[in-house]
């Protein structure tokens, strides 16, 4: 039976093909160092079950061997793939460090892919091919990539969402560039994520014959079997965590926009709103023709209180209307104008007659549409660069009695005011010239800021100050 046995152990060593020294040698020592049927039974074991250095099989058509082999043989395809693609320069911004957001900075790098990385280094010196050689590293492995037009005004974006919550805008200024690298990652991440861990393990002991005892390469113990399947099952679980948990993170992205879109969808207009008294009707911010229709009158109440304070006790103040009063008692007062009805400015917390004015200012600036309609801006900005006195006037004229009944009326009332206003000039040391610079861009103002700002305002001004001059033969305030 012994001489059995030998002859077992000796003839796949005459077949297999020639291996290391010291491989042979110590194949040759432990066989002649067994002396007991029990020790040679093992090493002829041990000798027999060495694939690696039996001539190549077949591939297993098992499906455990099947799929290893598609992995490793598709491993391969792609990092081939991804060699042939050269380094570029792309520009990349983190937005986002394990889910805690960053401040955007577009910055040019020099840009590399690799089976299961993308590496972005600060210029092409100083790539991973250098010693020292220091890149911003990105994990393929369970990440998400997808085109972006939200979080960048440039164009040919695309995002890359790693499974720890980091983010990155990756850009190119040629469309057929960018789509190339997008390919490129989407590809290297649907196959670094396949099997729930990257193609960088498949040199690990996932990939070698159940029972190989070459040397560095595990035992033949029945220990070892034993540690080997649950070691396989930990990279797996692991793998396959990273993959749940970064699915679990778009399922609960997508979960929120949805329920917010519904959300959107479902809520009530603010007709219901202002019907159950959820919301009130209020004075600033409204539009000047509502808020007149709401009060039955031509002029807002608001707008009358203010004036009467103003001219009661403020005329002969300096700098009214140009110094401004304390913002939070202005702030204060717009409060009680649109939750009350009554407003009585002569209590004594309105004794600053600068919050008054302060607070008429604002209800100016925050109509919707200014107190000078959109639709009339550019006719009036014609209307001023007339030189003869009498037609500016005449074709001023003209477009104030074309303007709704509430802005018309209002603007009579206003003006009408200014113009006592300046009466006190000597005392109150307001000239035509300032409350133009004041009332310009409060009155009036482009739909549209597509022209030069600073013009804009200068036609502003020149507009507010000519009608103030013209005042009495604009609005026929003699005949009054």
């Known amino acids: 039976m012994a001489g059995c046995l030998l002859s077992t152990v000796k003839a796949p060593v005459i077949q297999a093909p020639q291996r290391s020294t010291a491989v042979q040698g110590s194949v040759q020592m432990r066989i002649k160092n067994s002396q007991s049927s029990g020790d040679r039974l093992s090493q002829s074991k041990s000798m027999v079950l060495q694939e690696s250095d039996l001539p190549q099989k077949p591939i297993s058509r098992h499906r455990r061997n099947q799929s290893q082999h598609n992995v490793v043989i598709a491993g391969a395809a792609t990092f081939e793939t991804l060699v042939d693609m050269k380094g570029e320069t792309m520009n990349m911004t983190k937005i986002s460090e394990s889910g805690k957001k960053q401040r955007k900075n577009w910055s040019s790098v020099w840009t590399m892919l690799t089976s299961d990385q993308l ?6 010196q100083e790539t991973g091919l250098k010693p020292g050689g220091k890149a911003d590293v990105v994990q393929l492995c369970g990440a998400v990539i997808e085109w972006n037009t939200e979080k960048s005004s440039r164009k040919n974006v695309f995002q890359i969402t790693t499974n720890t919550g980091s983010e990155y805008l990756v850009q190119a200024d040629s469309y057929s560039t960018a789509s190339k690298w997008y390919d490129a990652i989407k590809q290297t991440v649907d196959s670094s994520t396949k099997e729930g861990f990257p193609l960088r393990r498949s040199n690990s002991t996932d990939y070698l014959p159940r029972h190989s005892s070459l040397p560095g390469y595990g035992s033949a113990s029945p220990g070892a079997k034993q540690r080997n ?13 990273k ?130 309609p959109f639709r009339v801006f550019q006719p009036f900005v014609e209307a001023i660069k007339i030189k003869e006195p009498k037609q500016k006037v005449q074709a001023v004229k003209k477009l104030i009695q074309q303007l709704p009944k509430p802005n018309h009326d209002t603007m009579k009332m206003l003006f009408s005011h200014l113009h006592k206003v300046l009466a006190f000039s000597k005392k109150n040391l307001m000239s035509t010239q300032g409350i133009g610079i004041v009332f310009g861009p409060t009155l009036m103002w482009p ?17 507010v100050e000519f009608i103030l001059t013209e005042s009495q033969e604009i609005f026929n305030l003699d005949r009054k």
Not at 316 to 327: K, M, P, Q, T
Not at 447 to 456: I, S
Request: net charge positive.
């Open 243 to 372: 993959l749940k948990h970064s699915a679990s993170d778009s399922a609960d992205k997508n979960g929120v926009k949805n329920r917010l879109k519904k959300f959107i969808i479902r809520r009530p207009s603010m007709k219901t709103l202002q019907e159950k008294g959820l919301i009130k009707d209020r004075v600033f911010g409204c539009h000047l023709s509502t808020l007149c229709q709401r009060e039955g009158t031509t002029v807002p109440k608001f707008v009358r209180i203010c004036v009467d304070a103003v001219e009661k006790r403020g005329l002969e103040a300096d700098g009214i209307y140009r110094v401004s009063g304390n913002l939070a008692t202005i702030q204060k007062l717009r409060f009680l104008v649109d939750e009350e009805e009554d407003l009585d400015l002569d209590h004594s917390q309105w004794e600053d007659v600068h919050v008054v004015t302060g607070a008429l200012k604002m209800f100016f600036r925050e109509l919707p549409e200014p107190l000078f």
């Open 119 to 124: 590496m972005f280094y600060k210029d092409k």
């Open 447 to 463: 739909e549209l800021d597509a022209g030069n700002m600073a013009v804009n305002m200068v036609y502003q001004n020149q507009i």
């Open 229 to 241: 399947p649950v070691h396989r099952r930990s990279i797996n679980m692991f793998g396959s965590s």
